[in-house]
């Protein structure tokens, strides 16, 4: 497994975040003058990013989406989340003994994520995961992002690894698209914010818990 990077997507694969992302949607909300909305009613719009999240909370009371009031939400959702990032997100289970077993093996591992590169920063040094990984790219470090696969091969650069000793990790179609493009096998793990199961959208290896992942890894391997 030497010289192999593992790249993983965050939301909903390194992290559970739904809790505070929905916190930030229900301030904002208030804020509009709207009640709480159930976090199984949001999470789906997860991935899709705050402003999606914002729109379906306004939909759930059946309140017209006004782009002009989003906008000015979008950017005291972004604040109070910046200061509540994580008071209930948490890694997955097993995630970080899975990635010391793999790192011992000589595997290195990098973050690409359509989240903001200064926020995604602020979580994994907040829950203490950033020692894990040599390169991380949002959506606003390269000038392309997900499903876009320069996001994806770019960080790969950042990290100093090669894009034939490659794999990615996520939970969405748009990983998974990403990963065909830059033609990356992918894991898939089921965990996540999504409509569509993750074994319908066929990745090469689905987990259902990071014990799993090494197993998954060495059955990808590059020959």
């Not at 999470?43 to 906008?71: C, K, N, Q, W, Y």
Request: proline share 6%; aromatic share 6%.
């Amino acid at each position: 497994m030497q010289n192999l990077t593992v790249v993983f997507d965050l939301d909903g694969t390194l992290v559970e975040t739904a809790p505070d992302l929905v916190g930030a949607t229900n301030h904002v909300l208030g804020l509009a003058g709207l009640g709480p909305v159930p976090a199984a009613s949001v999470r789906p719009s997860i991935s899709f990013g705050a402003r999606t999240m914002i729109e379906a909370g306004f939909r759930l009371h059946g309140r017209p989406v006004d782009t002009a009031a989003i906008d000015g939400l979008l950017q005291q959702f972004l604040a109070y989340y910046a200061a509540n990032i994580a008071v209930e997100s948490h890694a997955y289970p097993g995630l970080e003994t899975a990635l010391d077993g793999l790192a011992a093996k000589g595997v290195q591992f990098a973050v690409c994520t359509n989240k903001q590169e200064r926020l995604s920063r602020k979580l994994l040094d907040a829950l203490g995961l950033s020692r894990h990984f040599k390169a991380l790219a949002g959506r606003d470090t390269f000038p392309v992002f997900k499903p876009d696969p320069g996001h994806l091969t770019g960080v790969i650069r950042r990290a100093g690894g090669d894009i034939g000793r490659a794999i990615m990790v996520g939970d969405s179609d748009t990983d998974i698209k990403t990963a065909r493009a830059a033609g990356i096998p992918v894991i898939g793990v089921p965990f996540g914010y999504k409509d569509v199961p993750m074994r319908d959208l066929g990745p090469d290896r689905l987990i259902e818990h990071y014990r799993d992942l090494d197993a998954a890894v060495r059955g990808l391997l590059p020959a």
